[in-house]
């Protein structure tokens, strides 16, 4: 079974703080992406990335970074957190494309405050 | 700007009925499509995906594509309490196995 974890399921926040949100994956996936989930909006790509290293900007970047050093492991960082930055945030990992296999595989996901 | 549109729902189904879900893309490149089941508070989870046209199966459920309408749909046979929740449509959009989420149909199962 794949297995994607995140470090944390409840993060609370204050306005201009560094935020780190890791994801780490078991399944040797290249790809990993970073989602935000907000009521009505459904999921917003935020990053992803296809190899070590390696990263794209998805539909959101603006506020984020994201670190990729390690293929079983891709950090979200919030530079300078604000309260538009409160949500639902969703790591998946998944096989590359041509591979017939491209189902994404989610993390629990973390719930975080920004006070 | 490339979508996936669902209605929203809440769509409400007695026990043991179908529940018929729909799914229209925009991105005519389009190859995959999923749809994922979210319960509350947690995360969304794989229930299927289909690549070609027509029908599949899987158990109670039943994935039906129509690239030609750009319309992805999602049937669930004997619904039960168990599959109340929202159910996601995807459609893999742009390489990388990039994804586009629709925002979701809320479905509400009732005894």
């Known amino acids: 079974d794949v297995k994607v974890t995140q470090s944390s399921r409840y993060l609370v926040k204050r306005t201009g703080e560094k935020v780190f949100l890791e994801c780490v994956q078991d399944m040797d996936h290249e790809n990993m992406f970073w989602y935000r989930q907000d009521p009505g909006l459904g999921l917003r790509l935020i990053y992803f990335s296809y190899d070590v290293k390696m990263k794209e900007k998805g539909d959101i970047p603006e506020g984020y970074s994201v670190s990729r050093e390690k293929k079983e492991r891709f950090s979200l960082i919030l530079e300078s957190a604000s309260t538009n930055q409160t949500s639902m945030y969703l790591c998946?990992?998944?096989?590359?494309?041509?591979?017939?296999?491209?189902?994404?595989?989610f993390g629990p996901g973390t719930r975080l405050l920004v006070l | 700007q490339k979508e996936v549109e669902q209605n929203s729902g809440p769509l409400s189904v007695p026990e043991g009925a179908i529940a018929s879900l729909n799914c229209t893309y925009s991105?005519?490149?389009?190859?995959?499509f999923f749809w994922y089941r979210q319960y509350s508070g947690k995360s969304p989870e794989l229930i299927m995906f289909i690549y070609s046209n027509g029908d599949k199966e899987d158990g109670r459920f039943t994935a039906q594509l129509n690239k030609a309408s750009q319309y992805v749909s999602l049937l669930i046979r004997d619904s039960q309490p168990s599959d109340s929740a929202t159910y996601l449509c995807a459609a893999s959009s742009g390489g990388y196995n990039k994804l586009i989420f629709g925002a979701g149909t809320r479905l509400a199962v009732h005894p």
């Open positions: 998946a990992s998944s096989l590359p494309s041509g591979t017939g296999e491209e189902t994404q595989y």
């Open positions: 991105d005519r490149g389009s190859q995959s």
